[in-house]
């Protein structure tokens, strides 16, 4: 792949000239490999920067001023997007280019990876939790299906007690229950009698 830089070596402009310096020189010193592409001399070279500048990088008159910068046929952006690429430290990218090790782009991506790691870390104890809540949730479950076992084997019980005694044994209930009445009323008069001593 090699970076297509797009120039006029004989404008009249000073501000064009040296945005074209600026760009050169930070390729040539930070070693990467590029064609200068002149387009003053040659018309093919302007006819083709001009057909491959995408539309909305183009200015009102239409015709993009140099420096254009192209990677292959790709079209990477003018000086202003190569100035803010250069002040974030992305130039490798903006050049669609891989960037060499021990850089500072280098650097931001290795931080992204251990980023991604710790969220991936994180996301694995969230999910470790939610299989404990799981659990906890099938022991209760467990414990409340056992509690209506229990439930359901003592209903029998109930139901048979709800069920109406034979005659005599309900006579007999009867029998009890006055004597217990007479009993609690001999306890009543014995306690009052205690108190009266007392006092």
Wanted: with cysteine; proline share 6%.
């Amino acid at each position: 792949m090699v970076i297509k830089v797009f120039v006029a070596t004989s404008s009249g402009s000073t501000a064009i000239k040296k945005k074209q310096q600026e760009v050169v020189g930070f390729l040539e010193a930070n070693k990467i490999d590029f064609q200068q592409m002149d387009i003053a001399g040659d018309e093919d070279n302007r006819k083709w920067m001009r057909e491959n500048v995408p539309g909305e990088k183009k200015p009102q008159n239409g015709i993009p001023l140099p420096p254009q910068i192209f990677n292959e046929e790709r079209y990477c952006g003018d000086f202003e997007s190569f100035f803010s690429a250069k002040e974030e430290n992305i130039i490798y990218s903006f050049l669609g280019l891989a960037p060499p090790p021990g850089t500072k782009e280098t650097d931001k991506s290795d931080a992204t990876g251990e980023k991604s790691d710790a969220t991936e870390e994180k996301s694995e104890a969230t999910e470790d939790k939610s299989d404990s809540k799981d659990e906890k949730s099938d022991a209760t479950n467990e414990t409340e299906a056992h509690t209506e076992d229990k439930a359901d084997e003592g209903a029998p019980e109930e139901a048979q007690s709800g069920q109406t005694p034979p005659e005599g044994q309900q006579e007999g209930e009867e029998e009890h229950a006055a004597t217990g009445e007479e009993e609690e009323e001999k306890q009543g008069e014995g306690e009052e009698k205690e108190e009266v001593e007392e006092s």
